[in-house]
């Protein structure tokens, strides 16, 4: 299940200011609060903050991040940043919102990470740039394989195939906790499955994040046992933990 939230600064409170994001690290393994990770470290550059609260220019990624174990005035942090009524995508420990909240989803996250990939360059795949983002856009409308938006090229290489000129597959990066990196967008085109595109595409991204000296990992939801069976067959390892929720701020902030 993909949930993208709606952004917004709440009434009144203004632009949501642009934090100094390490002084909000996270105390645990980076992988355990992968997008507060990022924004608190290499992301930085893309965060926007209240308080504690964190969360991803909205053209860029849908993720809002807590601290591992939030307060009451994280959470009244992240109703400010994000605006009444607005839908938060959290990954992280699963703490429960407080009353007046709505929760829409929560579940486990299958969090996988390279035990062995056979990272290797693909001659055949292309750098992807801005200048592509309708095609990956138009890709990621007919496949589905979770939230990329206008602007989600800029968080890191994307590479892809074409046939007779069309984007029929691509994957790249997106978290970045320190010391690992995310591969996201991984998909193909209805057309052209079933043909080992995806699996190329997975180990180029990786030799490229491996190269940079960091640690490739993805994520999948937990009952998409065929996709975990897949990337454990490619050399990735299931580390348990991960939590996905989908809430809801309420209306009227006094409800929170």
Do not use: K
Request: aromatic share 6%; proline share 10%.
């Amino acid at each position: 299940m993909t949930t993208t939230p709606t952004t917004g600064s709440a009434p009144g409170a203004g632009s949501p200011s642009v934090t100094g994001a390490a002084a909000n690290s996270p105390t645990g393994h980076p992988l355990d609060n992968p997008v507060h990770s990022s924004l608190a470290g290499p992301h930085a550059r893309f965060a926007q903050g209240r308080g504690r609260a964190l969360r991803y220019d909205p053209e860029v990624c849908p993720f809002v991040a807590l601290p591992d174990r939030p307060d009451a005035q994280d959470w009244t942090d992240a109703a400010s940043l994000m605006g009444p009524g607005a839908v938060i995508a959290l990954a992280g420990s699963g703490a429960p919102p407080p009353d007046g909240w709505e929760v829409l989803y929560q579940g486990p996250g299958a969090q996988l990470v390279d035990d062995g990939v056979a990272a290797v360059p693909d001659e055949e795949a292309i750098r992807l740039t801005t200048a592509d983002v309708p095609e990956m856009l138009a890709l990621i409308e007919r496949t589905d394989p979770g939230p990329f938006l206008s602007r989600s090229i800029e968080l890191g290489s994307y590479l892809g195939f074409r046939r007779d000129g069309e984007l029929i597959a691509m994957a790249g990066e997106r978290l970045r906790p320190p010391g690992w990196t995310e591969i996201s967008a991984v998909c193909t085109d209805s057309a052209h499955r079933g043909r080992g595109l995806a699996t190329r595409l997975v180990h180029a991204v990786a030799h490229g994040i491996r190269q940079r000296g960091d640690t490739p990992f993805l994520h999948a939801a937990a009952e998409n046992t065929s996709a975990i069976r897949l990337y454990e067959s490619l050399g990735f390892r299931l580390r348990p933990g991960i939590v996905f929720q989908a809430v809801r701020v309420p209306e009227d902030p006094a409800d929170g």
